[in-house]
């Protein structure tokens, strides 16, 4: 059974580019979460995605936007990058039950550093 | 709205002693409490979850308790080892979705040889 990954590892930008981060979900999980977890922090939920659709959003300005592919797979792009944004990014994917609170497996981050 | 309070913030224990992490929750509909376990440079490891029809769960030297009456629950590691130590997060789940989770702030524990 494949893990979750992540792409690129680390990642350096400047003030106002755009980034895309990458995520491939675990064998047989069909959802991803977007988490952002500032140093010292707890992860903060960014969007989900379920089928290639937005499933459920945090409190995330419309600067960060997804993408889900038919093989599960997902992008978090994130435009006008603010030196906030610094952060590690993390997926995490998960198989939704009906009625059962989904159990997520991360992957292991992409450390973004905004100058 | 909606939080989960995490304490200690730090915990040093000498190896082989027993950790005990406690969180409190906000919200009595939560019904879903996992814990993850974060090494630097990596992303959180689901160590242990717990869901509310059940009062306590253990798995070898990790075990969770759940009070819900209370609105909190427990971490408990036994016979601790160095690769114990790490960032330790507890989290619930929001009552409007069977997704999203509420993070704790994290405990940093710390294995004394």
């Known amino acids: 059974e494949t893990g979750v990954t992540q792409s690129p590892t680390h990642l350096i930008k400047t003030r106002g580019q755009q980034v895309t981060l990458r995520c491939s979900s675990q064998?047989?999980?069909?959802?991803v979460s977007w988490y952002q977890q500032a140093l010292g922090q707890g992860p903060q939920f960014i969007f989900q995605?379920?089928?290639?659709?937005?499933?459920g959003r945090g409190n995330f300005p419309p600067r960060f936007s997804g993408l889900q592919f038919p093989n599960y797979s997902s992008e978090l792009n994130v435009n006008a990058l603010e030196l906030d944004d610094s952060a590690l990014y993390l997926c995490?994917?998960?198989?939704?039950?009906?009625?059962?609170?989904?159990?997520?497996?991360f992957g292991p981050g992409t450390r973004l550093t905004v100058l | 709205g909606e939080n989960v309070e995490q304490h200690p913030s730090t915990l040093s224990v000498q190896e082989g002693d027993s950790a005990v992490i406690k969180c409190t929750y906000s919200?009595?509909?939560?019904?879903?409490f996992p814990w993850y376990k974060q090494e630097l440079g990596k992303g959180p490891q689901l160590i242990i979850d717990?869901?509310?029809n059940v009062g306590e769960k253990k798995d070898q030297r990790i075990a969770v308790t759940l009070n819900k009456t209370a609105k909190h629950f427990s971490l408990h590691i036994t016979e601790t080892q160095p690769e114990d130590s790490a960032v330790y997060f507890c989290?619930?789940?929001?009552?409007?979705?069977?997704?999203?989770?509420?993070w704790g702030a994290g405990t940093k524990l710390i294995i004394k040889p």
């Open positions: 995490a994917s998960s198989s939704p039950q009906r009625g059962v609170t989904d159990t997520q497996y």
């Open positions: 064998s047989g999980h069909n959802t």
């Open positions: 995605y379920y089928r290639e659709e937005e499933n």
């Open positions: 919200d009595s509909a939560s019904n879903y």
């Open positions: 717990i869901r509310s």
């Open positions: 989290a619930a789940s929001m009552a409007d979705s069977n997704y999203q989770l509420i």
